[in-house]
Every structure is written in C-alpha cells, then in structure tokens.
Nanobody, 125 residues
Framework: VQLQASGGGLVQAGGSLRLSCEVS????????MGWFHQAPGKEREFVAA????????YYGDSVKGRFTISRDRAKNTVYLQMNSLKPEDTAVYYC???????????????????WGQGTQVTVSS
C-alpha cells in the first residue's frame, strides 16, 4: 500500500489549504485514515481521522471547528480541508492508514500501518 500526500504550501494566517492523500496498492481493503502533523523538534501529533465508511470523523482539540477530513472512496483519496490557519499549524503533514477494526486508539501513531511521505504546510503571520 502506498500513500501519496500533496497540497501543502505557504499561506498567510487566516487562509486555507486542502491536503490530499491518494491511496494505491491494495485499495480493495478497508482502511481507516488519519492525518498527523509534526513540527521541528516536536512529536508527531494527531490532527484528524475518518472511518473507512466515511461515517465517523475525529479531530484533535487544536483543529476542531477549523479542519475537516473527508474521503472519496471511488478515488481512493482522503482530504483535509484546513481553514482559518494559524502560524502554529506550521508543520509537515502526514497521512496514514490503519487496518485495525476500531478507531479507539486513533490518536496513537503506532496503530497506523502505512504512512505517506509528508507535505509541508507553512503559515506566515
């Protein structure tokens, strides 16, 4: 399974970006998907997750109300719409896929089996 993240860039505070994560390989399997970010010198932090059905979504406290995760199963792609961006959102953003039957531990990076290469998001003040 390969994950390809894209859509990062430089944006001013208050602006928006949409990240995409395309899944290829064993796409017939059902993967729950997550987004994490990691700033220099910090640990990888949970941002958002979505069940393979798309019926349930979860968000980290710092992004609730500003970010929206969604997926297009026909395109094998997961999206992260980021609005009202803040300088503290600056980080490398990673998408990840989990084969676990539950999302109870969705905020733990170790439960994800596959990772994309990351895309840089920089928010200027």
């Amino acid at each position: 399974v390969q994950l390809q993240a894209s859509g990062g860039g430089l944006v001013q505070a208050g602006g928006s970006l949409r990240l995409s994560c395309e899944v290829s390989g064993h796409t017939s399997s059902s993967y729950d998907m997550g987004w994490f970010h990691q700033a220099p010198g910090k640990e990888r932090e949970f941002v958002a997750a979505i069940r393979y059905s798309g019926g349930s979504t979860y968000y980290g406290d710092s992004v609730k109300g500003r970010f929206t995760i969604s997926r297009d199963r026909a395109k094998n792609t997961v999206y992260l719409q980021m609005n009202s961006l803040k300088p503290e959102d600056t980080a490398v953003y990673y998408c990840a896929a989990s084969t676990l039957p539950t999302m109870v531990h969705r905020e733990n990076p170790r439960v994800y089996d596959y990772w994309g290469q990351g895309t840089q998001v920089t928010v200027s003040s």
